[in-house]
């Protein structure tokens, strides 16, 4: 009976994935494929108020990210976490929450190559595609590099694999993200990029010490169209309270979104609204910490392109011809104490 | 005392001689908040008052007298329809519901004491955060009732003690007047029509359209019937939030030291092993620090009065940790007995005596109980801010509450007149007295008579009725002893 087998879609995606689990494991030194979507779909929702099964560490100063970031770890094996892990030779600074596929990450990793940046995701088909895809990146540039350093190499011909364009005429844009770093050399090498599955509404200041990141990236969040669903929404007064203490002053909170009542909900949970002349001054929250950046800012920042055309759900609402609304957030120095 | 009688829930010791009055003991038992004398143990008053002194069991449907002596409820249950012909109707309508909202509860957790002469309660099924006043002769009287949108899981009150700070099992903090400053007016949004915040924009999947589609209908019509939004009736803002359930909150002052100021901050602990460090109001929105170490909930935190620069935390890990809380710095763990994974906190108190004629040097002790157990462990904060084991009391019940009476130098526990020792859901045949007390005496905490505990245990408080349901028994059971719930199991689900 049919009915009693899985689907033959799982079936496939399975063994897909088992197989890219073995070839990340093999050291053969064979060259490691792109993973591909397709067999890492999974529904855009998770419910943020369950336990789940995460893995946190019990506090900053006990998260090892060692394996995240196997270039940037300290050569002093002295300098250890209180987990016992080894320390990195910088902290991490960039945080995209709910990076899904993560199209920015790749996008910003070399835009800013010696800065460590994480992805991080609640859903674990989703993550174990990115985690995949960025030991994959990782494999191919340093096949490039080998290339280049080497052109007579042996290597196995790989049908995909391209002559190397030259510095003066940019790369075509793959079509597939898929394909993205598979033909040309990025600087850093995508040794700064990682994902990391957890919940950060409830699990952000486990990884995050006071005033440690530079940028948050908040991209097409879950919109959470019913009003009694707003409560899962990851923009929140007390949730920007929680950013606030991880970002250090001056830095930077990115949100896009292509809902437009979201975009409002967003400037509302982040900003005073007009106050009427003469009126009572607004009470204290945590929007006294947040002033918007302006768009001639913005029009010279990077990451806003990166944000608005580069990651895949910005990619989806170009096709449909979705509008994209972009706020920015700079976070300000915390308030004098009541004296 | 043949029948089985409510334990106390809460103990308050109210020092009012510095106003020139005696000193009161409030307690709450069963559904009752009852006011002592403090030196004779006479009780001064009950409420909410039973019309019949006869009347003891929870379905009695009258209305407490006392009841109708306090202002009227503001709170208006808001019914489908806003429409304003049917408002006076059911403004008539909904005072019997308020009355019969005023009966609904079964018991009061959470009780503090404001400025000596106000008493705060959450009445436990209602949400109803309570205000009594509690006059020279110890009467109680309701002067405001504010219904919350989820049970408070704390309850506490700002350094000033005129604004009530709540915690509840969503993770939010309110904070609202002690004494609602006139009549609230509710900011009337305006009515929006209901609009999708989808679009076609937003969304394109053929099922995800034709609900977008389906919305819009709806929208069209019930333009007109859209239930107006409901929000809290009363003048309240919330200032903090955890995304866990809250399960303690603690205001703390610390004095002006010679590089900073007097400084007052928010200490609040959730079930994801966190304690949050937020400054006071009104810039509760500002965390100044996380402290790290728990690898379960956290139920009980405790900055002694006497050194308020540490904290001593507990819940579900059978140890104890002792911080310097700003700094998120582990001055020391403390081994708690029972195994890991079955220990629970449920209380920790700070006891501190002045010297007398027995103890030459000040006391600063630390009590902590499990969640079910008849021993009340004691320590000691020596001067390097560290505890010491000192002595463990053996109580003739499970430990609920303790509070200090530093004018006696003795200590009152109350403890569980249903369940057997060191259990929580078998039941005694008979209960025993409610409140036992202690002294110290050359290190030692002793029993001891006192005339007050004397005269309220063999009052003794309301009886239950004399057949209890096992039904009704769980419920009770659940009603004091609910913390073990709030371990992860780890068979969530999980995708």
Request: aromatic share 8%; net charge negative.
């Amino acid at each position: 009976m049919t009915t009693q087998n899985p689907p033959a879609k799982r079936i496939k995606r399975e063994e897909y994935r088992r197989n890219v689990q073995a070839q990340q494991e093999s050291t053969d030194g064979s060259i490691i494929k792109m993973p591909q979507k397709k067999f890492f779909r999974q529904r855009a929702h998770a419910n943020p108020f369950s336990d789940h099964r995460l893995e946190y560490p019990v506090s900053p100063a006990h998260m090892d990210w060692s394996s995240h970031y196997p270039a940037f770890v300290d050569p002093d094996t002295s300098k250890t976490t209180l987990s016992g892990g080894r320390k990195l030779t910088k902290e991490v600074e960039v945080v995209d929450i709910g990076c899904g596929f993560g199209g920015l990450m790749v996008g910003l990793a070399p835009l800013m190559p010696d800065t460590l940046m994480v992805g991080m995701e609640i859903r674990t088909s989703v993550l174990e595609y990115l985690s995949s895809r960025i030991h994959a990146l990782r494999s191919q540039q340093q096949r490039l590099k080998n290339k280049a350093a080497n052109p007579s190499s042996t290597e196995p011909k790989d049908a995909s694999a391209q002559p190397e364009s030259t510095e003066s005429t940019p790369a075509p844009v793959p079509a597939n993200d898929d394909e993205i770093g598979t033909e040309k050399l990025f600087p850093g090498n995508f040794e700064n990029i990682t994902a990391i599955r957890s919940n950060t509404m409830k699990f952000l200041p486990n990884f995050f010490g006071h005033h440690q990141l530079s940028k948050i990236f908040i991209c097409f969040p879950d919109p959470h169209f019913k009003a009694r669903k707003h409560k899962a929404r990851i923009i929140s007064e007390s949730l920007n309270s929680e950013y606030a203490y991880v970002l250090r002053p001056g830095g930077l909170l990115y949100t896009i979104t292509d809902v437009e009542e979201y975009h409002y909900w967003v400037l509302r949970h982040f900003l005073h609204g007009e106050q009427p002349e003469g009126g009572a001054a607004p009470a204290a929250s945590s929007k006294d910490l947040f002033e918007r950046v302006s768009d001639e800012e913005l029009a010279l920042d990077p990451c806003v392109r990166v944000m608005k055309y580069e990651t895949e759900e910005s990619k989806k609402v170009t096709r449909n011809k979705g509008n994209k609304y972009v706020a920015v957030f700079r976070r300000k120095a915390d308030p004098e104490w009541p004296a | 005392m043949a029948s089985l009688q409510h334990p106390f829930q809460c103990l308050r010791y109210v020092n009012r001689q510095s106003a020139g009055q005696s000193d009161i003991l409030v307690a709450t038992a069963g559904r009752n908040l009852y006011s002592y004398d403090a030196s004779s143990g006479q009780r001064l008053d009950v409420w909410p008052q039973p019309v019949d002194a006869d009347v003891e069991d929870q379905s009695s449907d009258a209305a407490p007298a006392s009841e109708s002596q306090g202002p009227p409820e503001k709170r208006r249950k808001l019914s489908e329809s806003s429409e304003e012909q049917k408002d006076a109707k059911s403004e008539s309508k909904s005072k019997d519901s308020n009355k019969e909202a005023t009966n609904s509860w079964t018991n009061i957790p959470l009780l503090t004491v404001a400025h000596g002469k106000y008493v705060v309660i959450m009445t436990s099924e209602d949400k109803c955060v309570r205000v009594l006043s509690l006059d020279n002769e110890g009467k109680l009287k309701q002067l405001s009732a504010r219904t919350m949108p989820k049970k408070l899981s704390a309850l506490t009150l700002t350094p000033d003690e005129n604004n009530i700070l709540s915690g509840d099992k969503f993770g939010d903090v309110y904070t609202f007047p002690l004494i609602p400053s006139g009549e609230y007016v509710k900011v009337q949004a305006p009515v929006k029509p209901y609009e999708p915040s989808a679009t076609n924009l937003t969304v394109h999947t053929k099922r995800n359209l034709e609900s977008l589609e389906q919305q819009m209908r709806q929208a069209a019509l019930s333009r007109t019937s859209q239930a107006e939004r409901v929000v809290l009736n009363f003048e309240h803002q919330v200032i903090i939030g955890h995304v866990s359930l809250l399960t303690d909150l603690i205001s703390v002052t610390r004095p002006a030291d010679s590089a900073v100021g007097k400084r007052s901050y928010i200490l609040t602990a959730d079930r994801d092993e966190h304690i949050r460090v937020s400054r006071g109001v009104p810039q509760a929105h500002v965390i100044e620090q996380f402290c790290f170490g728990h690898t379960s909930f956290v139920s009980s935190l405790c900055v002694p009065s006497f050194e308020p620069k540490v904290l001593v935390s507990g819940g579900g890990d059978n140890y104890l940790l002792v911080w310097d809380w700003l700094e998120n710095q582990i001055l020391q763990k403390v081994q708690l007995p029972g195994s890991e994974g079955e220990t629970t906190v449920r209380g920790i108190w700070d006891v501190s005596l002045a010297p007398t004629a027995d103890n030459v040097d000040p006391v600063k002790a630390i009590f902590v109980a499990l969640e079910g157990s008849s021993q009340l462990i004691y320590y000691t904060v020596g001067s390097d801010n560290t505890m010491t084991h000192q002595d463990t009391l053996q109580l003739s019940g499970n430990v609920l509450e303790v509070t200090g009476i530093d004018s006696r130098g003795t200590i009152l526990v109350a403890v569980d007149t249903l369940r057997q020792s060191d259990s929580t859901s078998a039941w005694k045949s008979s209960s025993q007295p409610p409140l036992e007390t202690f002294r110290l005496s050359s290190g030692k905490w002793a029993p001891v008579e006192d005339p007050m505990v004397t005269k309220i245990n063999s009052e003794g408080t309301s009886s239950l009725p004399t057949t209890v349901e096992e039904k009704q028994q769980k419920e009770l059971n659940d009603s004091v002893y609910h913390l073990s719930n709030l371990r992860k199991r780890g068979d969530a689900y999980d995708d």
